[in-house]
């Protein structure tokens, strides 16, 4: 029943690929932001009541249509909000076949290739990093979120072993770890996770570039180690989620080993730039972070989620995760290899790695190299168009992240949100506000699409111009 019959399921077969490459040719042409209508989705579900099955060609496009209209088209080259992706054709191809295989890594025996594919891919990627790939160790996560719990979890394990058998309850002090105003809240959620609490994690202050502020970094450790509490772990940002700023690296690096603390690297964003030469500079230093969050599926467009941890620590994982399971097949016992469940916080997963390999081995480095180098000139593109229509830039950083206000009305928040809601509703593109430094709201557009163009970014500003002039009239 389930296996459909021969001729019906490679009708579906055929449909859904139709589907696929329909999308994936149209999506220029639609909208970028939905309508936001619930109760229309509400009563297209009341035909679901599952009593009575549907066709499987009549269920299929059900979900192809409701997507295509309730769904901000992260692929389309108007999109320049949140670190979404346009997928690689080989990343869908990818998941199409794992979906099929229906592989999953728990067990180094049941599943050989892809778990060496992911192996081999995690060295590949430590040494883009600096990494040492003998000793580069790692594991493939759903997200950075998952990856930065990793990150807090690894580093509670190596800076206190007895966690590991006693907890935080187990700990003589309390622990701190730090991170900027601007760090991602995922570390926030970390701590909850961890039973560290919210008030383990001490948000320094940036300076004025936005960068977190490597004395004020310092004062706080030994503020915290005077007060008796017990100081950890350093999260610096490879590219912040508001404005696409990058930490220094190297100063960080130096508190870190003169302090003994663990120094982990969120680079889920803009890890990807450090394929770049002419970017190096902007990294140096974060090969001597301990552990490294990188998102292939943000920069690298490869379809969600593909997250991935990082760490030079061959033993890291493996310390941290792993436990005795004498249910788990033991067909590779005495063989050199790491069962996956043994050192990740999943257990049972998705072969996440396939659409990374596919696209990278389709691709190469160089490849991508083309397309990141051509997205960061547009973005410098759309900063010479903003300020040609009396916009001004408030971040400043190599990464096609911008942040700008309105040069005559850089104060108000409420002008820059509404700006932001009259682009949306327009359809023509996509793009958010910030919060920069815990203070100033600014009006934010990214570049992460290999499919924007030069037009693109002209059709953007034209829908800012519009939309400003829309505001000013509706106020005066």
């Known amino acids: 029943m389930f296996l459909l019959e021969d001729g019906e399921r490679a009708e579906l077969w055929n449909r859904l690929i139709e589907r696929i490459e329909r999308y994936f040719r149209s999506v220029p042409e639609l909208r970028v932001s939905p ?72 067990a180094w025996s049941h599943n050989p290739f892809a778990s060496e594919v992911e192996a081999h891919l995690i060295r590949a990627m430590g040494a883009r990093f600096g990494y040492d790939p003998q000793t580069a160790d790692g594991v493939f996560t759903a997200g950075g979120a998952e990856a930065n719990h990793t990150a807090l979890l690894t580093a509670l394990a190596s800076r206190f072993p007895e966690f590991r058998e006693h907890g935080i309850h187990g700990l003589a002090r309390k622990p701190s770890f730090y991170l900027s105003v601007d760090g991602h809240d995922s570390m926030i959620k970390a701590a909850r996770l961890c039973g560290l609490g919210t008030e383990a994690a ?26 008796g509490r017990a100081p950890f772990l350093v999260v610096a940002t490879a590219g912040s989620t508001g404005a696409g700023i990058v930490d220094p690296h190297e100063p960080i690096a130096e508190i870190c080993a003169r302090e003994n603390l663990w120094f982990h690297s969120d680079a889920a964003y803009g890890g990807a730039a450090v394929l770049l030469d002419e970017l190096k500079d902007e990294y140096r230093g974060i090969g001597r972070a301990d552990s490294i969050t990188f998102d292939t599926h943000k920069w690298l467009s490869i379809p969600m989620a593909a997250g991935m941890y990082l760490t030079r620590h061959s033993n890291a994982l493996i310390d941290t995760f792993r436990v005795a399971a004498d249910y788990m097949p033991q067909d590779a016992s005495g063989m050199q290899v790491t069962d996956p469940f043994t050192h990740s916080i999943q257990w049972s997963r998705r072969f996440i790695g396939l659409k990374v390999f596919l696209s990278l081995a389709v691709h190469g480095w160089k490849g991508y190299e083309t397309i990141i180098r051509r997205q960061v000139a547009l973005g410098n593109y759309l900063r010479e168009c903003l300020r040609s229509a009396e916009w001004t830039i408030v971040n400043d950083t190599p990464l096609p992240v911008v942040c700008f206000v309105d040069s005559f009305r850089s104060e108000s928040a409420g002008f820059a949100a509404e700006i932001v809601r009259r682009v949306i509703a327009s359809g023509k593109a996509w793009i958010s506000t910030a919060l920069l430094g815990g203070e100033k709201t600014a009006i934010r557009a990214c570049i992460n699409n290999f499919r924007t163009s030069r037009e693109d970014v002209e059709t953007l500003v034209e829908a800012l111009n519009k939309a400003r002039e829309e505001t000013e009239t509706a106020r005066n």
């Open 202 to 227: 001490r948000r320094i202050p940036v300076a004025g570039d936005l960068k977190i502020d490597p004395r004020a970094l310092a004062g706080a450790i030994e503020s915290d180690r005077r007060s």
């Open 35 to 106: 309508p936001l209508d619930r109760e229309r989705i509400l009563e297209s579900l009341k035909a679901f009541d599952f009593r009575n099955g549907k066709s499987p060609l009549e269920a299929l496009d059900f979900a192809a249509d409701q997507l295509e209209r309730y769904q901000v088209h992260a692929p389309h080259p108007c999109y320049f909000g949140l670190f979404n992706p346009a997928p690689t054709a080989m990343g869908i191809a990818a998941d199409t076949l794992v979906a099929a295989f229906n592989p999953q890594l728990a």
